[in-house]
């Protein structure tokens, strides 16, 4: 069974300073992806980034970064430069494709605040 | 904007209603998963839906029930609501099939009260 860890219920960050929310995962599968969602008070999902377990490099998505450190099974989404409009519920999660179907097993979330 | 579209956006039902929610999906993709998202936590994947058939199904009880239409577009259908069923309901739509990473295309959501 797949599990994501977010250990910060709420952060605050100083806009247009860079902010690191932290996400840990298990699995046993040896071939999974790891995303970063972001939902605003409207309730959509937004897509932000993708890590699949076999890249090489960290993933880069304009201001967003995600370090992904597969040894110890993190998936940090770093934000550069933030914005007022990135105060959002931001969601780590991950699929595996064993099966057919790409289920996505998510964190329980981490509230970001953007200060002025 | 994903081109994912649910309705109703909001909706109050009592305990032991039946309902369904509806989702279009973007144009091109052929998967179409719900999700449920209870107030302050993660989605909860219920089922996903590829070309028409389930493919895949999370720990939901049988009274959730899906269809996707030759369209691609999808419902949910819930019977014998209770009252753990308040929640919001994310559909989200992909493309399938091998090789796809999973990215999925969300909708809005929608938001349903059981009383």
């Known amino acids: 069974a797949q599990k994501i860890t977010q250990t910060q219920p709420g952060m605050f960050v100083q806009e247009k300073e860079a902010v690191t929310l932290d996400c840990t995962y298990d699995t046993s599968d040896p071939s999974y992806g790891l995303f970063w969602y972001k939902q605003p008070s409207s309730g959509e999902m937004i897509f932000l980034i993708y890590q699949g377990s076999y890249d090489q490099q960290n993933a880069t998505e304009g201001r967003y970064s995600l370090n992904f450190q597969k040894a110890r099974k993190s998936a940090n989404l770093v934000i550069s430069a933030s914005q007022l409009g990135d105060s959002a519920m931001y969601f780590c999660?991950?699929?595996?494709?064993?099966?057919?179907?790409?289920?996505?097993?998510f964190g329980s979330g981490t509230q970001l605040t953007v200060l002025p | 904007e994903t081109g994912v579209t649910q309705s109703p956006t909001h909706l109050i039902k009592t305990r032991g209603q039946q309902v369904t929610l509806r989702c279009s999906s973007q144009?091109?993709?052929?998967?179409v998963s719900w999700y449920q998202q209870a107030l302050g936590q993660g989605p909860q994947f219920i089922f996903q839906?590829?070309?028409?058939?389930?493919?895949g199904r999370g720990n939901f009880p049988p009274r959730f029930s899906g269809l996707q239409f030759p369209n691609y577009s999808s419902e949910l259908n819930v019977n014998a609501l209770e009252l753990d069923d308040s929640a919001l309901y994310l559909c989200?739509?992909?493309?399938?099939?091998?090789?796809?990473?999973?990215?999925?295309?969300f909708g809005e959501g929608s938001r349903l009260t059981v009383l």
């Open positions: 144009s091109g993709h052929n998967t």
């Open positions: 839906y590829y070309r028409e058939e389930e493919n």
């Open positions: 999660a991950m699929t595996d494709f064993s099966g057919s179907a790409r289920q996505l097993t």
């Open positions: 989200a739509s992909s493309l399938g099939g091998s090789g796809s990473t999973g990215e999925l295309f």
